[in-house]
Nanobody, 121 residues
């Protein structure tokens, strides 16, 4: 059974930083893409960033470039999202996801339960 478990969300002030984690288990993800999405209140879910689990460069949504950084630790089967210079508009539930194709425009196969990030003024 595939499980993606996010952690690291919380309340932070504008300009602060958070690091989200996603612990993956239940299958071999070597041929999968792993990524982060977010959904703000009253808005549709949006793509943040994705990376190939086996290697390669990450691809970011244009609006996320420069402040967010994705990384992974294969030994721990964990993916991370480092978020810096946070703004109130970054407030959202952040979801970890995994998919064989990793196309940001299509529904991904596996999802975590989400972790809340709230950025205060």
């Amino acid at each position: 059974q595939v499980q993606l478990v996010e952690s690291g969300g919380g309340l932070v002030q504008t300009g602060g930083s958070l690091r989200l984690s996603c612990a993956a288990s239940g299958r071999n993800f070597s041929d999968y893409a792993m990524g982060w999405f977010r959904q703000a209140p009253g808005k549709e879910r949006e793509f943040v960033v994705a990376i190939s689990w086996s290697g390669g460069s990450a691809y970011y949504a244009d609006s996320m470039k420069g402040r967010f950084t994705i990384s992974k630790d294969k030994d721990k089967n964990t993916m991370y999202l480092q978020m810096n210079s946070l703004k109130p508009e970054d407030t959202a539930v952040y979801y970890c996801a995994a998919d064989q194709y990793g196309d940001p425009d299509y529904e991904w196969r596996y999802w975590g339960q989400g972790t809340q990030v709230t950025v205060s003024l």
